[in-house]
């Protein structure tokens, strides 16, 4: 028997027991007459003694041999601690010595062990089996695991049925680069990854299974960032016979289950908001509603009074931010140089101050007299001791970079606190989204996602002002999941095929599998797909999704653990068909 009892196990209820316990160690605390051993494992710490007098000699000699992280079966009986250690959950008690086995030794690690440690991420993520032992890494995947099966226990409940499927699958157009995996047997073919179980699912529900779901690894090969890896993981949830709001009911209420059953909150109603309402009062269509600031178009009162650079702009837009009016000029100097920078784009930034006897200060004040500003600040619902920022450009330009302004002023002024949660549906987004650089349309969300059907006479006049039948549930910013009311009519499915450029040959091809299918009577059916790996780490308090996966890979996509993508031998490369340029 290695142990008895796990390292975060024992309390005072247990003095004068025999104990065994196997474990790594944290720290070695020799003191001449007496030397203590913190012995770890992933349950706690639990403190080991030697002392002069009292242990064994051969003891004393095994526990003055040992580094950090060696491991160690140790036996011996439960003490009360003379002085306790209430930061410990077995701060009460210590072990005795009567017995020390050193199971393996260990190299001294390049960074400690611990949840300050010293190691910076590239070293930690090269020695990740050695950053996995960290408490706080070790609790962020326990997050994880508990998530994972809150999920599967209210979809069984529900009614769903988790349905594997496959990974090696043929390469298919879905908005993101395939990594494709080339056939042995098949010389010349290749299989791909998917980057969604997307027309699997769709296959389900033909079959008659109706309530689908799966958690699944979902491939992309594109470029990198803090919530996006190659490898990721989905929610994937398919329904059959189905409209919008069955899916948008459903998943309200497995969401609000998540965070009841790990976060222990209550999530009122989710709000909704269309793409067009959140583009305008956000410019984002994933806006974070924890805060107000929307934003308020200015035009007809800025436009027309001899300031070109707004009588130029096909867009002026501000946001009141409230009692920052106290804003010094070192202060609104940096907001400007904020907005200026490459990432935002924006040219410049007018302010105008609220002030608290009634008048208005403004940067632009030789253009605009105290009424048209005061008419600013009316539009915008500013009052006195609040700051109002305004920009200025082309329509979707100026939006964007006003969605990083005010999510900047947000952080600043605190209203983004991470224990605060806000859901949102936005729906109604476009169906098509013009592509200048292929001068074609391509599907927002991906080919297989239904029009609504009244804006279907714009499908060859207009297509652009069509709307889908989509929607995007996002929280605090973060679009954490994302589906459709899918295309179930084979005529109609070809119809979107044309308006997104393809030919009836193109089509044939890659999809010609999921036309055949429709033919054998295709339910209305409709689903969602919910970013795992979002969802753990906004469950953690997070900004990056690496934390919340065992083995990640870095921002260039390697695994610098093992090494991977590494080059293959010559003989591998033959018998796949390939050669190396």
């Known amino acids: 028997m290695h142990r008895t009892h796990h390292c975060g196990e024992l309390r005072i209820e247990n003095k004068g027991q025999q104990v065994i316990l196997s474990g790594w160690v944290q720290r070695v605390r020799n003191k001449g007459g007496l ?85 910076g991420e590239e070293l930690r993520m090269q020695y990740r089996y050695l950053d996995l032992r960290r408490p706080a890494v070790r609790e962020k995947l326990k997050l994880r695991h508990q998530l994972m099966q809150a999920t599967r226990r209210f979809m069984d409940g529900a009614g769903f049925l988790e349905v594997e499927t496959p990974v090696l699958i043929k390469s298919t157009p879905e908005g993101a680069r395939d990594f494709v995996v080339p056939s042995r047997v098949h010389e010349g073919e290749f299989y791909a990854l998917p980057q969604s179980p997307q027309t699997f699912k769709q296959l389900l529900m033909v079959s008659g299974f109706d309530k689908y779901f799966q958690i699944v690894k979902c491939f992309r090969d594109e470029d990198l960032r803090a919530d996006r890896q190659p490898e990721f993981t989905q929610i994937d949830c398919e329904m059959s016979f189905v409209e919008q709001e069955d899916i948008l009911t459903t998943f309200e209420e497995m969401v609000k289950y998540l965070f009841k059953e790990v976060k222990g909150i209550e999530i009122e109603d989710f709000e909704r908001m269309t793409y067009d309402q959140a583009m305008k009062l956000y410019g984002s269509d994933k806006p974070d509603i924890r805060f107000g600031m929307p934003f308020v178009e200015l035009n007809q009162y800025a436009q027309g009074k001899g300031f070109n650079v707004f009588d130029q702009s096909e867009l002026v837009v501000g946001i009141s931010v409230p009692g920052a009016a106290e804003y010094t000029r070192k202060q609104l100097d940096a907001l400007t140089e904020y907005v200026k920078r490459p990432q935002i784009g924006a040219k410049g930034l007018v302010y105008v101050k609220c002030n608290e006897d009634g008048s208005y200060k403004s940067s632009v004040d030789k253009f605009y007299s105290q009424e048209d500003l005061k008419a600013w600040a009316e539009a915008a619902e500013a009052k006195a001791g609040d700051l109002l920022l305004v920009l200025s450009g082309a329509i979707d330009h100026t939006r964007k970079a006003m ?55 714009f499908i060859e006049s207009d297509p652009g002002r069509i709307r889908a039948n989509a929607y995007d549930m996002v929280i605090n910013g973060v679009e954490i999941g994302g589906g459709s009311i899918r295309i179930h009519d084979k005529a109609l499915q070809q119809k979107m095929f044309k308006a997104l450029g393809f030919t009836e040959e193109e089509a044939q091809k890659q999809f010609g599998f999921l036309m055949e299918a429709f033919e054998y009577g295709a339910p209305p059916h409709g689903g969602i797909a919910f970013g795992f790996d979002r969802l753990c780490a906004m469950f953690g308090g997070s900004d990056s999704i690496r934390d919340y996966i065992a083995f990640p890979k870095n921002n260039a996509g390697r695994d610098v653990m093992i090494d991977s993508p590494a080059t293959i031998s010559p003989e591998q490369l033959k018998e796949l068909h390939l050669s190396i340029k």
């Not at 002392?51 to 064994?56: A, C, V």
């Open 35 to 119: 030397l203590w051993i913190d012995l770890r494992d992933r349950y706690g710490i639990t403190q080991l003694l030697c002392e002069e007098g009292k242990t064994n000699e051969d003891i004393l000699k095994t526990a003055r041999k040992v580094g950090r992280e060696f491991v160690l079966q140790a036996k011996g009986e439960v003490l009360e601690r003379f002085s306790k250690n209430d930061k410990m959950a077995t701060g009460d008690i210590e072990i005795s010595l009567e017995e020390l086995n050193i199971l393996n030794a260990a190299k001294t690690p390049p960074f400690t062990i611990e949840d300050d440690t010293d190691g």
């Open 403 to 457: 969605n990083e302004l005010r999510l900047k002023m947000g952080s600043e002024l605190g209203l983004r606190d991470r224990n605060v949660f806000k859901p949102l549906w936005v729906l109604d987004f476009p169906l098509l989204e013009w592509d200048e650089e292929t001068k074609r349309f391509h599907a927002m969300h991906h080919p297989f996602t239904s029009p609504k059907l009244e804006d279907m006479e």
